[in-house]
């Protein structure tokens, strides 16, 4: 993946101050998952990745263990300044849902025995899985779409919600073809 390097022309210099900012602003905006604000911030309003940059990115993250942004929020921290960057990113993603969630926890444990607090965790389980749905759709706009990524995300789609195959299988089997066919895309004219 080449074009995350840090020795790319024509790349933006993030300071420590617009690191630790921007991932403040995704960890407060994260709700229902980092997707949406991840790509909001770091594309659309700070311009640090284009696109096709931010869903090479996530696919990597996606494949390696742990979080995904968790992993991306790493990856861009330590492209700028290091471990330094890393730790920074991390911390200031990590201190908004931080102190947002011992403050719902808490709230929580008051009133949850109440009728209306329970419809609204259900209506908010609504939201989230619009919030998943408008991240794949905003995600799908960096790929190019060919017969090969097309049938590649059936199949993992198909795979894990028909089947219900371990997601580490899937990935395990639909990885190495997928790769090959789009370098072998790559390659042609």
Avoid at 15 to 43: K, N, Q, R
Avoid at 86 to 115: E, G, K, N, Q, R
């Amino acid at each position: 993946m080449e074009e995350l390097s840090p020795q790319r022309d024509g790349a933006r210099h993030v300071s420590l101050s617009d690191l630790c900012t921007g991932f403040l602003m995704i960890g407060l905006l994260g709700f229902g998952g980092l997707g949406a604000s991840a790509h909001y911030i770091i594309v659309e309003r700070r311009r640090w990745l284009t696109p096709k940059e931010f869903v090479e990115l996530f696919a990597i993250c996606a494949i390696l263990p742990g979080g995904n942004f968790m992993n991306a929020t790493i990856m861009l921290g330590a492209k700028h300044h290091g471990v330094m960057g890393s730790v920074l990113a991390m911390s200031s993603l990590l201190f908004m849902p931080l102190l947002i969630l011992i403050a719902v926890v808490v709230t929580y444990d008051h009133f949850s025995y109440l009728p209306d607090v329970r419809a609204a965790i259900g209506g908010a389980a609504s939201a989230a899985a619009g919030l998943i749905v408008a991240t794949a759709t905003k995600l799908g706009r960096g790929v190019v779409w060919k017969a090969a990524p097309i049938f590649f995300a059936v199949a993992t789609f198909v795979a894990i919600s028909y089947f219900r195959a371990p997601l580490w299988l899937v990935v395990a089997l639909m990885a190495p073809p997928s790769v090959l066919a789009a370098l072998w895309q790559g390659r042609r004219p």
